[in-house]
């Protein structure tokens, strides 16, 4: 048989099972501390003013080495100095063209071609300070070492 009801009154539902994960639980998961990814081969650690960044380094076993830019050539080549002493002509790859502005005497990644021995990709540029920092830790071939591992003092400013 039907219980009746007032005419106003509407069927109220079952109430609801309590959720499986409250609130705090959710809260506790999200506490616990972060895992840091091992460090990959290649890659030193840098100590900068916001935190700990990463510097790639030349993987040889890729055939890459170091360079500096000598001179800008236009249309994303640049003629730079390599470790082996060999001048190659670096071309910025397709991807890194307008993110990658390199100045003469920027240290460089580069990977030689191997089927034309005057030419390089152009992997990655190292800031001046990052490049200082490479040769403070003495990372830096001799024939590249060119930074001296110090910031180079600024000039003395005129009064008027």
């Not at 993987?59 to 830019?69: F, L, Q, S, T, V």
């Not at 001179?71 to 994303?76: H, M, R, T």
């Not at 152009?122 to 070492?145: C, E, G, K, V």
Request: charged share 30%.
């Amino acid at each position: 048989m039907m219980e009746e009801r007032p005419a106003g009154e509407a069927e109220t539902p079952a109430p609801l099972a309590a959720p499986e994960n409250p609130p705090e639980a959710a809260a506790e998961k999200t506490e616990t501390p972060l895992e840091v990814p091992p460090v990959q081969e290649g890659a030193a650690s840098i100590e900068g003013g916001e935190g700990v960044g990463r510097l790639p380094l030349p993987r040889k076993d890729r055939g890459e080495i170091y360079g500096i830019a000598n001179q800008l050539l236009g249309a994303a080549r640049i003629r730079v100095m390599c470790e082996d002493n060999v001048s190659r002509m670096g071309r910025i790859t397709g991807k890194l063209k307008k993110k990658m502005w390199i100045r003469e005497g920027d240290l460089l990644i580069l990977r030689p071609w191997g089927f034309q021995e005057g030419k390089a990709d152009i992997l990655f540029r190292y800031s001046r300070t990052q490049a200082n920092y490479l040769s403070r830790r003495h990372l830096l071939p001799a024939s590249l070492d060119l930074f001296g591992g110090e910031v180079p003092p600024e000039p003395p400013r005129r009064r008027h």
